[in-house]
């Protein structure tokens, strides 16, 4: 007589359920990020208003008041041959291929603000509070004289 035994596996403690339930929280809360990040940088703005510059769109928004705008040396730079001004080091921030946005020290040693997806048109604004603006417009001379206009007595 040829019989089969089975033998079932001690069921695990439910500790290792609440690994497993932590993990897959942390992932979803990974996922949803993602997903956030994703839409964010395809709707970040810059508004130039009387009170100041907006940026808008992302975890590194915020309104720069007009006063600490050095408007007098903000100029149009174009990073893939401004050397001096290139991002070295993301301090805090997002850095994709094609992407950045947060806190970066530069080649200089500055620290910037960036909100950068095409190097070649950018508006670098130097700040009274130790950092600089650079933003990715498409007339980012245009952005300079906004600024500068919002500024005018």
Partial sequence: MDTTTVFPMIPAASKSLWFFAIISLILVGALLLMVWLAWSMQHVRFTVSKDGLRLQGDLFGRLVPLKALKLDEAVV?????????????????????????????????????????????????????????????????????????????
Avoid: C
């Fill in 77 to 153: 730079t174009n990073l893939s041959t401004d050397k001096e001004h290139q991002p070295k080091w993301r301090t805090m921030g997002t850095a994709l291929p094609g992407y950045a946005a947060g806190w970066f020290k530069l080649r200089n040693g500055e620290k910037a603000l960036l909100f950068v997806t095409d190097k070649t048109r950018v508006a670098r604004i130097p700040t009274t509070e130790g950092y600089s603006l650079m933003l990715s417009v498409s007339e980012p001379a245009e952005l300079i004289d906004a600024l500068k206009q919002q500024r005018a007595p």
